[in-house]
């Protein structure tokens, strides 16, 4: 029987309506999972009018009766774990319908005072704007192999006997470089055990349930957060994130197996934008940008911070698509260039007079390239109602196509709005 695990997966910097479109694909998924990153992201999903914002759980919690799974790969921090159930119904608050893996790492107190010292440490020109959720902090943890674990809060002893020596160390670091106030023993652990309490119910061998829900033919969808070039290897490192953001994440942050896939769907917005620092040479510092930033709301969904807009950057987006193996493109977003007047696409860079096909290895090149820009026609009909490529005016249409056959990747579904029903299907909705 062919699997049926599908990965889902932003193509660009992030925010790219990754919650919108798994929820989309929702109705016939048996289990949501998320793999990797943490309360970092910032997964937006209005159905039926009304707005959530994911940060760790996953965008598939709308569904009632839905297995929604936290996988190993990911950061959790307990407190705004806790805090997103509480802001969910009582039905959608089901405990059966959610699993954290024992093998996650723990986002402590610790890790968010250090993410932001380490930040303003940077100063200007230097830092990396990241989202202060502590998140490059723990993952250091991980990688160190002096990270907590779910499974150490659930025994009070095994997490005193491994907090003490790391709080002291931790203390050390936030006292003498960073000129930060330790932090007092019990302030730690009192609140840790009784995070141990709390999510002990939800705690689960979730790689093993996993492989038996796969085997026995379940639709499982991966979501992913951040993207591709936030990725920790491939992104535009130092301005990335710490975990692996393409597709290839999936595999370690759940136990799967490559082999296990059914389809890779990249997640891309119809123009670019970025939060934080790092290069992004389609960024436009004029009137075309602020408009795309108002008509695209485009404010981070985690911090509030105004996200930098521009054009859609082909050169990128090839890149993130061979990464990812990507089989089809959900484009979002379509919407907001309407009214934008002539689009400019980028096709290539030009590097010390030279064009540059290929997106650079190295951040300090990418951030001295300028765009080569083709310009294609805008439309101005509002389009928020189209529900069929056809019903699209004849530009939009073209900008589409245009997209598939650059990136050589079909485009599988098309948002036109932020609602769940605001899109159009070519091929990536089952029904
Ligand atoms: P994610 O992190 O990839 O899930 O994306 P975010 O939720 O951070 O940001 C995407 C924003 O765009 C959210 O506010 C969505 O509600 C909104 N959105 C998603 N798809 C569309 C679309 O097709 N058109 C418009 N206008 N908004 C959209
Ligand atoms: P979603 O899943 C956009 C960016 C931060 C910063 C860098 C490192 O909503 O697409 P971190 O806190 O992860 O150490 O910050 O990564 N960043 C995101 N940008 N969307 C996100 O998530 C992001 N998560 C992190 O702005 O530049
Ligand atoms: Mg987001």
Request: charged share 25%; hydrophobic share 35%; glycine share 10%.
């Amino acid at each position: 029987m062919k699997n049926n695990v599908d990965l889902l997966v932003g193509a660009q910097w992030g925010d790219e309506g990754k919650g919108k479109v798994v929820d989309l694909l929702g109705g016939d998924v048996d289990i949501f999972v998320r793999y990797q990153g943490g309360a970092n992201a910032g997964h937006t999903v209005i159905a039926d009018g009304e707005k959530v914002v994911f940060h760790l759980l996953p965008s598939g919690m709308l569904y009632p009766g839905k297995l929604c799974i936290l996988g190993n790969g990911l950061v959790i921090d307990p407190e705004q774990f806790l805090k997103e159930i509480a802001n969910l119904s009582e039905k959608q608050q089901d405990r059966a319908r959610l699993a954290i893996s024992p093998r996650a790492h723990v986002v402590m107190p610790y890790h968010k005072i250090l993410d932001q010292a380490q930040e303003k440490a940077r100063g200007k020109g230097r830092k990396i704007g990241t989202t202060g959720r502590g998140i490059g902090p723990c993952y250091v943890d991980k990688y160190s192999r002096c990270g907590l674990r779910i499974e150490d809060l659930l025994d009070a002893d095994v997490l005193r006997d491994r907090l003490t020596p790391l709080l002291e160390e931790k203390n050390q670091i936030l006292t003498r470089l960073y000129g930060e106030k330790p932090l007092p023993f019990d302030e730690v652990y009192e609140p840790a055990r009784q995070w141990g309490k709390t999510l002990a119910p939800y705690v689960d061998d979730v790689a093993a349930l996993l492989r038996r829900a796969v085997d026995d033919g379940q639709h499982v969808l991966l979501e992913g957060a951040q993207a591709a070039l936030l990725d920790i290897d491939h992104g535009t490192y130092p301005y990335v994130t710490s975990s692996s953001t393409s597709a290839a994440g999936a595999f370690t942050g759940t136990g799967l197996s490559p082999h296990d896939l059914n389809r890779v769907i990249a997640v891309a917005k119809a123009y670019t934008t970025r939060v934080g620092e790092g290069p992004m040479p389609t960024e436009d510092l004029t009137e075309a940008g602020e408009t795309l930033r108002r008509n695209g709301g485009e404010f981070g969904a985690t911090t509030g911070r105004p996200r930098r807009c521009g054009w859609l950057d082909l050169v990128g987006l090839k890149y993130s698509m061979a990464l990812n193996g990507a089989d089809t493109i959900a484009l979002t977003k379509l919407d907001v260039l309407t009214g934008i007047g002539p689009i400019k696409v980028c096709v290539a860079y030009e590097y010390e007079g030279e064009r540059l096909d290929r997106f650079p290895v190295s951040t300090r090149v990418l951030e001295a390239v300028k765009p080569i820009y083709e310009t294609l026609p805008g439309w101005s009909d509002d389009i928020a109602g189209c529900r069929t490529i056809d019903s699209l005016p004849q530009a939009a249409q073209d900008y589409v196509r245009y997209i598939e056959k650059e990136l050589n990747v079909p485009v599988g579904l098309i948002a036109v709005g932020a609602d769940r029903d605001q899109a159009i299907n070519c091929g990536l909705l089952r029904s």
